[in-house]
């Protein structure tokens, strides 16, 4: 099955700076590629997601950009700010079109803006 | 706008308890999920459901039974609790690709501590 490796599983930046986490998978199958915050306490929630038909994908100050040959995808946060604290987890799924109960979860990522 | 609410929201259980943990969405989704968060392994599917009165085993589904009687609501059940199953639950949900996208809903989570 799909084996999605996340990094770094912790990730400090001073407000202002921009933050990069990155993601691979394993099934060259997979193409459908969401990024979901967690704040604390709370449940995930979707704040990007990206098609294996585009390469790059911008909403405001987050971005996601997807490498199908190398087989990895990254989330990038320009403009850091405190509330942009939280565990951020990519997912990798083969995007069928009843469903995502393929959607396999990376490990996490917790960030910290230090103002 | 409720969306996907669980209750309750923490338990505690002694070894060999049983419970159920109730799932409601109110966005008239056709598939529910039933997730485990556990440190450092991000979020594992444990059972699913594609529509109503139908069911499927996920990731990790050993331990867990699932009912979906209802559109509206999907019931997680632990028939006789172990220490291992001491988790944060997710319920989520989502709808049909063409008309709402691949977006996946959470709930606030569900706190259980076997004992």
């Known amino acids: 099955g799909e084996n999605v490796e996340q990094h770094p599983s912790t990730l400090s930046v001073q407000e202002g700076d921009s933050a990069v986490i990155k993601c691979t998978y394993s099934?060259?199958?997979?193409?459908?590629f969401p990024w979901y915050k967690q704040e604390l306490g709370k449940g995930p929630q979707l704040i990007i997601d990206?098609?294996?038909?585009?390469g790059e994908k911008k909403d405001q100050r987050i971005a996601v950009t997807l490498n199908k040959t190398a087989k990895h995808f990254s989330l990038h946060i320009t403009e850091t700010q405190p509330e942009d604290s939280a565990v951020y987890f990519c997912a990798a799924s083969t995007g069928k079109s009843f469903g995502n109960e393929k959607l396999t979860f990376g490990t996490g990522t917790r960030l910290t803006i230090i103002p | 706008n409720a969306g996907v609410t669980q209750t309750p929201k923490f338990r505690v259980l002694k070894t060999g308890q049983s419970m159920t943990l109730l799932c409601a969405q109110d966005?008239?989704?056709?598939?529910m999920y039933w997730y485990r968060q556990d440190p450092g392994m991000g979020l594992r599917l444990i059972h699913y459901s594609v529509g109503e009165g139908t069911t499927a085993k996920g990731e990790v589904p050993d331990g867990y039974n699932v009912s979906r009687l209802k559109k509206q609501n999907f019931l997680l059940g632990l028939e006789s609790a172990a220490p291992s199953q001491t988790s944060v639950y997710f319920c989520?949900?989502?709808?049909?690709?063409?008309?709402?996208?691949?977006?996946?809903?959470f709930g606030e989570g569900s706190w259980l501590t076997v004992v």
């Open positions: 966005m008239n989704h056709e598939y």
């Open positions: 099934d060259s199958a997979s193409n459908y």
């Open positions: 990206i098609r294996s038909n585009v």
């Open positions: 989520a949900s989502s709808g049909l690709q063409r008309t709402h996208g691949n977006t996946i809903y």
